[in-house]
């Protein structure tokens, strides 16, 4: 059997909405180095914009906080 590794970055957002529920958005994002300032500028960039809505098409309140998550998988063949 072989295997082999599957990297997997995602680009985690948490925000409320309007119905002070939390929403959290998973993105894929491979690029390397974002940093803190990146990611609470998109953040931040998605509710000014309107870019998005909550659930029951609420809309996006507040910018809560991101994180990259990386994650690796071992595929066997």
Same mark, same amino acid.
Request: net charge negative; glycine share 6%.
């Given at each position: 059997? !072989? !295997? %082999? #590794?599957?990297?997997?970055?995602?680009?985690?957002?948490?925000?409320?909405?309007? %119905?002070? /529920? *939390?929403?959290?958005?998973?993105? !894929?994002?491979?690029? *390397? @180095?974002? #940093?803190?300032? /990146?990611?609470? #500028?998109? @953040?931040?960039?998605?509710?000014?914009?309107?870019?998005?809505? @909550?659930?029951?098409?609420?809309?996006? #309140?507040?910018?809560?906080? @991101? !994180?990259?998550?990386?994650?690796? %998988?071992?595929?066997? /063949?």
């Amino acid at each position: 059997m !072989a !295997a %082999s #590794t599957v990297v997997k970055k995602e680009l985690h957002l948490v925000f409320t909405d309007t %119905s002070k /529920e *939390e929403v959290n958005i998973v993105v !894929a994002f491979p690029k *390397e @180095g974002v #940093t803190k300032t /990146e990611i609470d #500028t998109v @953040g931040q960039l998605m509710v000014e914009k309107d870019v998005l809505r @909550g659930r029951k098409d609420q809309r996006l #309140t507040n910018f809560q906080h @991101g !994180a990259l998550v990386t994650t690796e %998988s071992t595929v066997v /063949e």
